[in-house]
């Protein structure tokens, strides 16, 4: 019986266990369990190497040969039950369908434009990061055909060579930095330029290989060459014709027609299918399809959405257990097996980082950045399994030249990270000692005020401009500089690295004049703003996975020495006003920040500052009001109103509340060091007192003091005002009366006040700032409502007075 299965093709389904049938005869059946066995062991692995920070092709390899003859393949009934030979053919053509769709994914991560932009100091560095490791590659074949490669075709094997030790892998090289958090960095940006064209010149030179590898006749092999530049230029005259078409017909914000979706597909099949005829290699239609796709507007955003999550996740870890297969390391016998994989190693290593930091050198970077873009440069990744399995499957290379470039590829993939890290660390070459962290200060500065301002979509866009207009005091030039962070999330998906070209001009990835709808309302909304209000805005962003999103924050609140970050609320207002959760994750961000932050930190609680779009100058009108119970965050939330008093159109009321001298409790006196730039803290009493004194006759400030007995004619009081624009509040104020508010929520970084504000039962229209003052170190009372899972205070702590 087990004879007949092996000589007998597969049918597809089985009649079931019930009937007889073993479901492991079966193709589809025995595809699933091969599928769902690849999966779970390769995200087990990514999970276990991610303290490591290790890119998920790492896992995708390390699986792949595990699930093959090195590891679990040696035992003969697993292997003949799960991957038995009947099945490969099958298992060989999923992987490589899932392959072609990943390379066209790949593809549209290219920007041809981006490459005819590439400057000299990148374009150098790829050619001198491909170039000696290509000589090196040639001069290691010699020693290989000397050995364990005798009776190859020397052409194509000097070639094949060549181009495994040449390459850097593109979009591992993107993962890796996103990871490092050096995308937006002159290093990364740097080596994303230099792997592009390196990506671009190994896709020709594997042409070349292939070509080269045919029937062994040079007439043959040219034609194979004419016919895939041929088909090449065909690609670059027509295909753009037929995209540019499709992407005019999607509008912004209107989903992508499933024809065009469709249609573009069956080109990449097609195009697939016309390479492999000629000769080249299936792959390389689609990759070449996939560069040609239009990179602006929705409709390349809609094709990677649709196909990447069911390629990248599903088909493509099957490329790596079909890799994995043909992989045996136990073929590597011998001292001269191993000599010759630490020599290939070597050579790989000592050309790409050689030639990369001389090159880098001569462009005057400095050898900590050199050294780092040389190890970078050394990334392999799929590409180079890509070119290692055409070469096994073109009988160029025999299992242990297989083998041993294998673990080559994975070796050097796995040093990038821990190596990079530990010699290139841009954060300490940041700035950690400046003057003004908040935004009260000692006397009135005429030192540039600059804020970072932090947001994930385009919701709070007009609240942030109408709220930058506010803050930006007299007509001063330059005297208030915003730096207005995108914060985008690093995922898993493949479409991250798309990222890549947003974040290349450290500015907004909207930022773009070419894009239409309602990303262009947002530039012209920004760019007008900036030359209308002569405030300076700078756009950045923060490319990180939620987790560590905090630590790209906090650094970059001190590389620009900023005086205040405002943080977007996790929460968003319904129409019914009341408050649902935009991004759970969000809200870990912010507690971080507040926790970590090297200046005054505020939460910003959106109801429509303004309305839905920016007010000029001339047009604002709003009312202002800070309530005022005492302490640091009470007296930073004051500072930060009194700036924007300065704005003709802003009146600032300042309610302080009192506590009934008949009630009052006695008196407790902290010492506080404070380091925020003041030489003394001031009391409450004398920084008012110094307030009013400096705004005597302005009529835009309004000072009101309420005395109250209790937190129910405190909240009665408040509700008083609920009709101003903005509520200013400190995020821990201070005294009897905020104490003996209810203070049982689920956002207790939001302190008291702020969660008073944003109850269902306190129904206002302002949107409301939470400010907390920079200090060094912040109190137990603060820190124990930062803490996951931390509701502010207990349900027996509620406090009477």
């Not at 947003?502 to 894009?515: E, H, S, Y």
Request: net charge neutral; glycine share 8%.
């Amino acid at each position: 019986m087990a004879a007949k299965c092996e000589s007998s093709p597969m049918h597809a389904t089985s009649s079931g266990v019930l009937q007889g049938d073993n479901p492991l005869h079966y193709a589809l059946p025995l595809a699933i369990v091969q599928i769902c066995l690849v999966l779970v062991l390769t995200r087990v692995l990514a999970y276990i190497l991610r303290p490591l920070r290790q890119p998920r092709v790492v896992a995708e390899i390390i699986g792949g040969i595990l699930l093959g003859p090195s590891a679990l393949g040696r035992n003969q009934k697993y292997l003949n039950a799960i991957f038995p030979k009947s099945s490969l053919t099958v298992l060989d053509t999923l992987a490589n369908l899932g392959l072609l769709f990943f390379l066209f994914l790949v593809g549209t991560e290219l920007d041809p434009r981006s490459l005819r932009r590439t400057g000299k100091e990148a374009l150098s560095i790829a050619l001198a990061g491909i170039t000696l490791p290509f000589v090196l590659g040639i001069g290691t074949s010699f020693a290989f055909r000397a050995t364990i490669a005798e009776g190859v075709n020397q052409g194509p094997f000097l070639v094949f060579m060549g181009v495994a030790l040449s390459i850097t892998a593109f979009p591992v090289l993107a993962r890796i930095l996103a990871e490092l958090k050096l995308l937006t960095t002159d290093v990364g940006r740097m080596a994303m330029s230099a792997a592009a064209v390196n990506d671009v010149a190994a896709w020709i030179l594997l042409a070349l290989a292939i070509a080269l590898s045919g029937s062994g006749s040079p007439i043959v092999s040219l034609w194979v060459l004419l016919c895939g530049t041929g088909f090449v230029l065909i690609s670059i005259f027509t295909a753009p014709i037929i995209f540019n078409w499709m992407a005019r017909q999607c509008s912004e914000g209107e989903p992508v027609n499933e024809l065009y979706v469709c249609a573009t597909l069956a080109i990449v099949l097609a195009a697939g299918f016309v390479t492999d005829a000629i000769g080249i290699h299936a792959l390389f239609g689609a990759f070449v399809i996939g560069v040609l796709v239009p990179k602006e507007g929705p409709f390349a955003g809609a094709l990677v959405e649709k196909v990447e999550d069911l390629v990248s996740g599903l088909f493509l870890p099957l490329y790596f257990v079909s890799s994995g297969l043909k992989t045996n390391v136990a073929t590597i016998q011998g001292a001269q097996s191993w000599g010759l994989l630490v020599l290939v190693i070597a050579t790989s290593c000592f050309g790409k980082i050689v030639g990369t930091v001389f090159v880098s050198l001569m462009c005057k970077l400095s050898l900590q950045e050199s050294l780092a873009l040389g190890f970078l440069m050394n990334t392999k990744g799929l590409v180079e399994l890509i070119v290692l399995n055409i070469g096994k499957d073109k009988g160029v290379l025999n299992d242990q030249i297989f083998a041993i470039m294998v673990l080559m590829a994975l070796f050097t993939t796995f040093m990038t990270t821990p190596i990079v890290i530990a010699i290139y660390k841009p954060a300490k070459m940041a700035v950690t000692e400046y003057k003004h962290r908040t935004i009260m200060r000692k006397e009135t500065s005429k030192a540039q005020l600059r804020i970072l301002t932090c947001f994930h979509g385009t919701r709070n866009i007009p609240t942030l401009i109408n709220l930058i207009e506010a803050s930006r005091g007299t007509e001063k030039k330059e005297g208030l500089r915003v730096y207005a962070m995108h914060l985008l999330e690093l995922t898993e998906r493949s479409s991250a690295i798309l990222m890549v070209h947003k974040a290349r001009k450290n500015g907004l990835p909207f930022w773009n004049k070419g894009q239409v709808g309602e990303s262009n309302q947002v530039i012209v909304a920004f760019e007008t703003f900036g030359q209308l209000s002569k405030v300076s805005i700078r756009p950045t962003t923060a490319i990180s996975a939620m987790t560590s999103m905090h630590e790209d924050i906090i650094a970059s609140a001190e590389r620009k020495r900023v005086s205040m970050i405002i943080l977007p609320f996790h929460k968003h207002q319904r129409i019914d006003g009341h408050f649902e959760t935009t991004r759970a994750d969000l809200r870990l961000v912010n507690r971080r920040v507040l926790q970590h932050a090297p200046c005054s930190v505020s939460i910003l609680i959106d109801r429509g500052l303004g309305g839905a779009s920016h007010v000029s100058a001339s047009e604002v009108d709003y009312s202002v009001l800070v309530l005022y119970f005492g302490g640091q965050d009470d007296r930073e939330a004051l500072a930060y109103g009194m700036r924007m008093a300065e704005h003709p159109g802003i009146t600032l009321t300042l309610v302080r509340f009192v506590t009934d001298p008949e009630v009052v409790g006695p008196t407790v006196h902290v010492d506080i060091i404070d380091d925020s730039g003041l030489e003394a803290e001031l009391t409450d009493e004398e920084f008012l007192a110094d307030l009013k004194q400096k705004s005597s006759g302005d009529g835009s400030i309004i000072f009101e003091e309420i005395t109250v007995r209790d937190a129910t004619e405190t909240i009665e009081a408040i509700r008083a005002y609920k009709k101003c624009n903005l509520f200013l509040v400190g995020r821990m104020s201070e005294g009897q009366l905020v104490s003996a508010f209810d203070t049982r929520t689920d956002c207790p970084e939001l302190g008291p006040l702020g969660n008073l504000l944003i109850s269902p039962e306190f129904s206002a229209t302002a949107s409301v700032l939470v400010v907390q003052k920079y200090r060094s170190e912040l109190s137990q009372d603060s820190l124990s409502t930062l803490k996951e899972g931390a509701s502010a205070k207990g349900d027996d702590d509620e406090t009477e007075i």
